[in-house]
């Protein structure tokens, strides 16, 4: 054998450990690959959905708002009413909507509940003045039978109340 055929040997077992070299880090690279795709990928879980949820009212609401005030001087009573939709979701918090140009204001914002309080916190709500709309902001009890929703005003007034009286869209 001449010095020209032992650098061939040389130069073939040379590319033969390179190609099983590349073979390695190819499946290295496949394999962390996956693991990072599927760590990416998310598994959607709607809590508002959920069947552990069902003492709660989540989900979307229509029905009617009514505010009844009690005139002081006269003593009458005076009802407004307005149609409304109720949004309450674990992922996005609450929306009103609906019927919202004269009595009750379209708002949103975070809420939290137990199993007869509610307490919205309306990011729409003004700070500075005092609003002739409504707005769901701050103490409810409710009432929920998984289907129909009541939520009346937790701050008792001789003059006020306000009630929302909603059935739960399928």
């Known amino acids: 054998m001449g010095g020209g055929q032992k650098s ?13 070299i590349m073979k390695n880090k190819l499946i290295y690279l496949s394999l962390l690959s996956l ?5 990416c990928i998310k598994s959607y879980h709607d809590p508002d959905s959920d069947p552990v949820n069902n003492n709660y009212p989540l989900g979307i609401f ?5 505010r009844i005030h009690k005139n002081t001087l006269t003593s ?27 009595y009750h204001a379209g708002s949103y ?3 939290s509940e137990d199993f ?9 709500s003004p700070v500075n003045y005092t609003t002739k709309k ?16 009541e ?7 001789d003059t006020l109340m306000c009630s929302y009286h909603l059935t739960k869209m399928k």
């Not at 061939?8 to 099983?20: A, M, P």
């Not at 229509?62 to 009514?66: L, N, R, S, V």
């Not at 009573?77 to 140009?101: E, P």
């Not at 007869?116 to 729409?124: Q, R």
């Open 62 to 66: 229509t029905g009617k708002f009514m």
């Open 151 to 157: 939520i009346v005003n937790g701050v008792k007034s």
């Open 35 to 39: 693991v990072f795709i599927s760590g």
């Open 134 to 149: 409504t707005h769901l902001s701050g103490y409810y009890t409710y009432k929920y039978n998984g289907s129909y929703l």
């Open 76 to 102: 009458k009573y005076d009802t407004v009413t307005a149609n409304l939709k109720l949004v309450l979701s674990t992922n996005t918090g609450y929306s009103v909507s609906g019927d919202t140009t004269v």
């Open 116 to 124: 007869v309080n509610m307490e919205f916190n309306d990011v729409t």
């Open 109 to 111: 914002g975070s809420f």
């Open 8 to 20: 061939k040997v040389i130069l073939i077992l040379g590319e033969r450990g390179s190609t099983q």
